[in-house]
């Protein structure tokens, strides 16, 4: 199965080429400076010239903040990067999968949301990638698959696990909302999840993320509690609450973007894997924590 993978060079990415040589798929990445999806006849002749079972479409505009003013980049690689590359799939007949975010949804609901609850993105980015999202059910049909993650971190790029590692030891006081409740999830597992999805002819939309719900307060205390013998008895910041509207972002963020993976679960006949073991997984890998 030939698989031509976008957005190679990120955090998702990296995985996905790892994992997809350990399970002998034949995938292609071209890097970034190579492809821009936002160019329609690099994308079209790319997909043409391949001639792709399937393509993975994880590339994306993910600086949130900074989406608030640039606006006209977000939606260029959100949203009709997406057109372009839902237009080049459906006009070779391969299958799409592309990858969004919670934050098509404003969070107000405080549970556990699902694939069909009303989506409200509250800034450019969720806005950008919903228009995404539109693209690929109205171009790819039932050969699309819209994949929604969310708090993602893994070995590559910016991400919060990362961020935390970094500032424990730098600071003395450090401070973490309390009052936004996400699902994080690990790349490693998400990577795997795709690749087991590309094997499957799901369409629509799927929530893929590591199973639970927590803070990321608590999700900060949880990465430090397992990273505490890596620091070798140097002293550690002391991580205290805090709320979202104190840190004034530029982009409002959902509240409660948690998801259900209740679908994911039965299109794979598993439950997914809780975001602990997850984060114990990935802090194993990096060598911070002793892993499962």
Known sequence: MKILLFGGSGQLGFELKKRAAD?????????????????????????????????????????????????????AINSHGVRNVSEACAKVGARLLHISTDYVFDGSLGRQLREEDPVNPLGVYGRSKLEGEAFVSSLCGDRGLVVRTQALYGQKGVNFVHTMLKLFSEREVLKVVDDQFVSPTWAGWLAETLLDLVRLPASGIVHASCEGVVSWYDFAREIQRLSLESFEGRPLARIEPTKAAELQR???????????????????????????????????EIGVAKGE
């Open 250 to 284: 530029p982009a409002k963020r959902p509240t409660f973007s948690a998801f259900d993976t209740s679908r994911l679960s039965a299109l794979l006949g598993r439950p997914a894997m809780t975001w602990q073991t997850g984060l114990v997984r990935f802090l194993g």
């Open 23 to 75: 399970l002998e798929f034949e995938l292609v990445s071209p890097v970034t400076k190579e492809l821009d999806i936002t160019d329609k006849s690099q994308v079209f002749n790319l997909i043409r010239s391949l001639e792709p079972t399937t393509v993975i479409n994880s590339a994306a505009y993910t600086a949130v903040d900074k989406a608030e003013d640039d606006v006209e980049r977000a939606f």
